[in-house]
Nanobody, 124 residues
Framework: QVQLVESGGGLVQAGGSLRLSCAASGRTFNSYVVAWFRQAPGKEREFVAGISWNGDNINYARSVYGRFTISRVNAANTVYLQMNSLKPEDTAVYYC?????????????????WGQGTQVTVSS
């Protein structure tokens, strides 16, 4: 069993930066793939970025490529999402998800464990 808690969300102006954290409990977290998804009001939840257990497999949504960076520190049971050059369209609730699979997948159904989410609001 893995429990995930997101933090780091908030209000930022366009062009600014935020770093989200996903802290996990559970001894086997280090072997899990972890991804970030987001859901804006009135829209479906969408994949943002994902990272395999050892960082060898990383995938980004086209909309965030070059602006966001996902990383993990297994010793700290934490995955990060560094978000730079933020845009108003990045406004959403950001969720951390994890699964005991070897590679990143972009579909929500590929992840068994989810956090409660953290709100990110980017003002223009």
């Amino acid at each position: 069993q893995v429990q995930l808690v997101e933090s780091g969300g908030g209000l930022v102006q366009a062009g600014g930066s935020l770093r989200l954290s996903c802290a996990a409990s559970g001894r086997t977290f280090n072997s899990y793939v972890v991804a970030w998804f987001r859901q804006a009001p009135g829209k479906e939840r969408e994949f943002v970025a994902g990272i395999s257990w050892n960082g060898d497999n990383i995938n980004y949504a086209r909309s965030v490529y070059g602006r966001f960076t996902i990383s993990r520190v297994n010793a700290a049971n934490t995955v990060y999402l560094q978000m730079n050059s933020l845009k108003p369209e990045d406004t959403a609730v950001y969720y951390c998800a994890a699964d005991p699979r070897p590679t990143v997948v972009v579909g929500q159904s590929g992840y068994d464990y989810w956090g409660q989410g953290t709100q990110v609001t980017v003002s223009s």
